[in-house]
């Protein structure tokens, strides 16, 4: 689903596949651009089987939910366009199949036969908890999908995996592409330069607003924080969390043995964290330092980020921290390219608003450095790379330099409804 757009323009092209016996869908992870057209799809195809992580089916349940209630809101009274409830997310949940990572397992038609059957594994991504990258084997051919894959470690979760074998075809995201890995820190060297300009903040009688996805950066980034209060690097304030996030924690909680990660003892449940939702007053967040952190990440108008931002653009002392990538078309980006003392847009329905605070952004990324993209390319030897999930200069650089340093590796720039043929 298209996170910036609503409606049927939000949806994926179905009718690509309107005529097609679709038998299986693999959803890598729970991130909205990945899982929350899903419902749509069942209802075109209601006997497709799908098959995720055990940890991308329980963050599923609570996403999804979250979406009724979203879609409610952004499509209002349009009559055509056909809502799901939550009875079906229900329904749907229950009919999820999960698989582990390493585990393979077979993937068959409704009209099979040997030549037919496909063999699928799930590798740890590194991306966000559940996160699977995946290897599908048919005839002697290999398909190795990456899905949205970090091979480094975050706070939380160790970097992914791939398989110890030559593919045939690769379909790498892209989405650092075009970025110049000089410029991203180590996660721990971010961390430190987090911490010193929160304190700088404090120091002055500010709070800050961190935007943050409530799947995954909401949980990394509250672990760093806690991580380094507890080393005295960032001093001890209130930290506010709320939503949909509190509940996705909870499943990390749970998990935390049944996956890599790289302290399973710790747990977020133990950090001492005020609820968002029990602040009837915004002004109690600049009464004394604190730390929010709240979504969206990319402050999407009418999401609690994108209320706070307003608020915290009137006090000079305070700040707005980013923390991941910002797509060029969100607030979220324009409040990160601006400077105190700007006068800035933040969408069509709103007057300029001057920019009194001060922004900071920082990179804790949750996706592959583009030399990290380029070593899977070199470890998997692969005959076909098809580039996905990156703007146009993330593709054209990965691609470039495919090409440059395998000239004989096949690469595509995958295009909505376009066909490729290996």
């Not at 003392?341 to 969408?347: A, E, P, R, V």
Request: charged share 25%; glycine share 6%.
């Amino acid at each position: 689903m298209h996170p910036r757009k609503t409606g049927f323009e939000s949806l994926p092209d179905f009718n690509l596949i309107k005529n097609l016996p679709v038998d299986h869908i693999l959803i890598s992870h729970a991130h909205q651009d990945h899982l929350s057209s899903l419902p749509f799809l069942v209802k075109r195809h209601p006997y497709i089987h799908i098959t995720t992580t055990p940890q991308t089916r329980a963050i599923s349940e609570l996403t999804l939910h979250n979406s009724v209630s979203i879609l409610k809101k952004e499509i209002g009274d349009d009559e055509n366009f056909e809502m799901y409830s939550h009875d079906e997310v229900d329904l749907l949940i229950k009919t999820i199949d999960y698989k582990a990572y390493n585990e393979e397992f077979d993937l068959t038609g409704y009209v099979h036969n040997d030549q037919s059957k496909v063999k699928c594994t799930f590798y740890d991504a590194g991306h966000i908890l559940g996160s699977a990258s995946i290897l599908l084997e048919n005839q002697g051919k290999k398909i190795f999908y990456t899905g949205d894959i970090n091979l480094t470690n975050q706070t939380l979760i160790f970097g992914g995996t791939i398989p110890k074998t030559k593919v045939n075809t690769l379909i790498l995201e892209t989405t650092y592409g075009a970025t110049d890995s000089n410029l991203l820190n180590s996660w721990e060297d971010e961390s430190l330069r987090l911490g010193k300009e929160i304190n700088a903040v404090f120091t002055k009688g500010g709070s800050v607003l961190i935007p943050v996805f409530a799947l995954g950066k909401t949980q990394e980034m509250l672990a760093t924080i806690w991580q380094q209060m507890q080393k005295g690097r960032i001093a001890p304030v209130d930290i506010y969390t709320g939503g949909i996030g509190r509940k996705i924690s909870r499943v990390y909680d749970y998990n935390r043995f049944a996956v890599n990660m790289v302290d399973p003892e710790f747990e977020l449940s133990n950090i001492p964290v005020k609820d968002i939702n029990e602040v009837s007053d915004t002004n109690d967040f600049f009464k004394q330092p604190c730390i929010v952190l709240i979504s969206s990440g990319m402050m999407i108008p009418g999401t609690a980020s994108f209320n706070l931002a307003k608020r915290w653009m009137d006090h000079k002392n305070s700040a707005v921290f980013t923390v991941g990538y910002m797509d060029p078309e969100t607030p979220g980006y324009k409040i990160s390219v601006s400077k105190c003392g700007d006068k800035i847009q933040l969408d069509k329905f709103s007057e300029p608003k001057l920019v009194k605070c001060e922004i900071k952004n920082f990179r804790f990324s949750a996706h592959a450095k583009r030399e990290d993209l380029i070593s899977i390319v070199k470890k998997l030897k692969p005959e076909n790379v098809i580039l996905v999930h990156g703007d146009r200069e993330a593709i054209d650089w990965i691609g470039s330099e495919i090409i440059k340093s395998w000239p004989k590796i096949k690469v595509y720039a995958a295009k909505p409804g376009s066909g490729i043929s290996l």
